[in-house]
Nanobody
C-alpha cells in the first residue's frame, strides 16, 4: 500500500516562497506520475500540478503557472513543489498524490498523502 507524507508547509507572507516535499514508500516510485492538489477553506479540492513518471512532462493549473514548479527525485522517492510569489489565495491544505497515469482529476490517483497546511498572510 502506497504511503505519501507531505512536509514543508507553514506560514509565509505574501510574495514569499515555500518548498513542499512529499516522501513516498510502498510502491515503485518511478512507475507513477505524481500530482499536487489543494483544498482552500470552504472550497473543493483542486488540481495544482502533475509531473510524469520520468519527470519530462509537467502541467500546471492556470492559477499557479509561472509561480510554482514541480520536480521529482526518483532516487529519493520524493516529489517537490517549489512555490514562489505566494498569494493569500494560495492558502490551502496541499496534498500530493500518485497515479499510474498523469491527470488533473482526483480519481486518476491511487495514493494520497494527509496534506500539509500552507497559509499566506497579506
Amino acid at each position: 500500500q502506497g504511503q505519501l507524507v507531505e512536509s514543508g508547509g507553514g506560514l509565509v507572507q505574501a510574495g514569499g516562497s515555500l518548498i513542499l516535499s512529499c516522501e513516498t514508500s510502498g510502491f515503485t516510485f518511478s512507475s507513477y506520475a505524481l500530482g499536487w492538489f489543494r483544498r482552500a477553506p470552504g472550497k473543493e479540492r483542486e488540481f495544482v500540478t502533475f509531473i510524469s513518471r520520468s519527470g519530462s512532462s509537467t502541467y500546471y493549473a492556470d492559477s499557479v503557472k509561472g509561480r510554482f514548479t514541480v520536480s521529482r527525485d526518483n532516487a529519493k522517492n520524493t516529489v517537490y513543489l517549489q512555490m514562489n510569489s505566494l498569494k493569500p489565495e494560495d492558502t490551502a491544505v496541499y496534498y500530493c498524490a500518485a497515479g499510474t497515469n498523469v491527470g488533473t482529476r482526483e480519481g486518476q490517483y491511487d495514493y494520497w498523502g494527509q496534506g500539509t497546511q500552507v497559509t499566506v498572510s497579506s
